[in-house]
Nanobody
Framework: QVQLVESGGGLVQPGGSLRLSCALS????????MGWYRQAPGKERELVAV??????NVADSVKGRFTVSRDYAKNRIYLQMNSLEPEDTAVYYC????????WGQGTLVTVSS
């Protein structure tokens, strides 16, 4: 069974940093893209950053603050989040698109003083 396992969420003060990790568990024939989405309370799920091949798309709302990186050998993806703001509070979901489409279970990030 193919799963994405996320870690690294938690409570952080405004201006702080967190690093999310996501690891693929199980085998998959091919991976076209991996990335991160988030869903804030009462809002729709939105793209944060997606890595596809050598291209990386980052949402305007997090550009300059969030950085996505991938470990292709280990099928892992990371999201480094700096200068966090209360508006970044959300459940963050890891995403994979390839021979199958997989979503992680989500990890909660709360930015509050």
């Amino acid at each position: 069974q193919v799963q994405l396992v996320e870690s690294g969420g938690g409570l952080v003060q405004p201006g702080g940093s967190l690093r999310l990790s996501c690891a693929l568990s199980g085998s998959i024939l091919s991976i076209n893209a991996m990335g991160w989405y988030r869903q804030a309370p009462g809002k729709e799920r939105e793209l944060v950053a997606v890595s596809s091949g050598f291209r990386i798309n980052v949402a305007d709302s997090v550009k300059g603050r969030f950085t996505v990186s991938r470990d292709y050998a280990k099928n892992r993806i990371y999201l480094q989040m700096n200068s966090l703001e209360p508006e970044d509070t959300a459940v963050y979901y890891c995403y994979l698109k390839g021979s199958v489409e997989v979503w992680g279970q989500g990890t909660l990030v709360t930015v509050s003083s």
